[in-house]
């Protein structure tokens, strides 16, 4: 379903990584290793569209995505390494406002379900300036528990970071539970971790 055909990324003078290929079929879980500053981000970056690689192709169903565009967005869901949740919303209004950006239209109850679910259902109704940035983290993640039938990629950079053990787990769960449904995941992870689905890995080189 996901494939990259030749990438090449080019940051400020620095060739990143190049001729980076790979196929991800649905249902696997795609695993990006690599030292800091190797590109891990930048490569995710591209995959979901919101960088120009440097040369090559990212497909999504056999069509590079950058004729999709809205139909790939809308089947994709992407947590980037920062947050990215407004301040002067609470956290359940974050995950109404996340839903609605995809087309989907949830209810309060919904958004509070899935706050529950990362342990941050007492905080739903905070400004999110009120948390800490592991909170914030929290408020972010629990997007992955909302009810989302077109969700057909994830792309995740560091999503078990600064985790406890239960919200670990969760994350995992969750994450199980869209492989499960034919859905394809990619993510970076600096800690070790285990899924029921296939799993495969690249690294990017220094």
Same mark, same amino acid.
């Given at each position: 379903?996901?494939?990259?055909?030749?990438?090449?990324?080019?940051?400020?003078?620095?060739?990143?990584?190049?001729?980076?290929?790979?196929?991800?079929?649905?249902?696997?879980?795609?695993?990006?290793?690599?030292?800091?500053?190797?590109?891990?981000?930048?490569?995710?970056?591209?995959?979901?569209?919101?960088?120009?690689?440097?040369?090559?192709?990212?497909?999504?169903?056999?069509?590079?995505?950058?004729?999709?565009?809205?139909?790939?967005?809308?089947?994709?869901?992407?947590?980037?390494?920062?947050?990215?949740?407004?301040?002067?919303?609470? =956290?359940?209004?974050?995950?109404?406002?996340?839903?609605? !950006? %995809?087309? +989907? *239209?949830?209810?309060? #109850? $919904?958004?509070?379900?899935?706050?529950?679910?990362?342990?941050?259902?007492?905080?739903?109704?905070?400004?999110?300036?009120?948390?800490?940035?592991?909170?914030?983290?929290?408020?972010?993640?629990?997007?992955?528990?909302?009810?989302?039938?077109?969700?057909?990629?994830?792309?995740?950079?560091?999503?078990?970071? =600064?985790?406890?053990?239960?919200?670990?787990?969760?994350? !995992? %769960?969750? +994450? *199980?539970?869209?492989? #499960? $449904?034919?859905?394809?995941?990619?993510?970076?992870?600096?800690?070790?971790?285990?899924?029921?689905?296939?799993?495969?890995?690249?690294?990017?080189?220094?």
């Amino acid at each position: 379903m996901l494939a990259a055909q030749s990438l090449q990324c080019v940051r400020g003078g620095r060739h990143l990584f190049e001729n980076l290929s790979f196929a991800v079929p649905g249902g696997t879980l795609l695993r990006i290793t690599g030292a800091n500053g190797a590109g891990k981000t930048s490569l995710l970056r591209i995959l979901c569209g919101l960088l120009l690689p440097s040369g090559g192709e990212v497909l999504w169903r056999d069509a590079p995505i950058r004729q999709q565009r809205e139909d790939y967005w809308r089947e994709l869901r992407y947590i980037g390494h920062l947050a990215g949740v407004k301040d002067e919303f609470t =956290a359940e209004e974050n995950l109404v406002f996340a839903a609605a !950006l %995809s087309g +989907i *239209d949830i209810k309060s #109850a $919904a958004a509070h379900a899935a706050l529950d679910q990362l342990g941050m259902g007492k905080f739903a109704h905070l400004p999110v300036r009120m948390l800490s940035q592991g909170q914030r983290r929290r408020v972010a993640l629990a997007r992955l528990a909302l009810p989302d039938s077109n969700a057909a990629l994830w792309v995740l950079d560091e999503p078990l970071a =600064a985790l406890d053990t239960d919200a670990t787990d969760c994350v !995992l %769960s969750l +994450i *199980d539970a869209r492989l #499960a $449904a034919g859905a394809v995941v990619v993510m970076t992870s600096h800690q070790p971790f285990s899924v029921a689905a296939a799993l495969h890995s690249i690294s990017i080189p220094v």
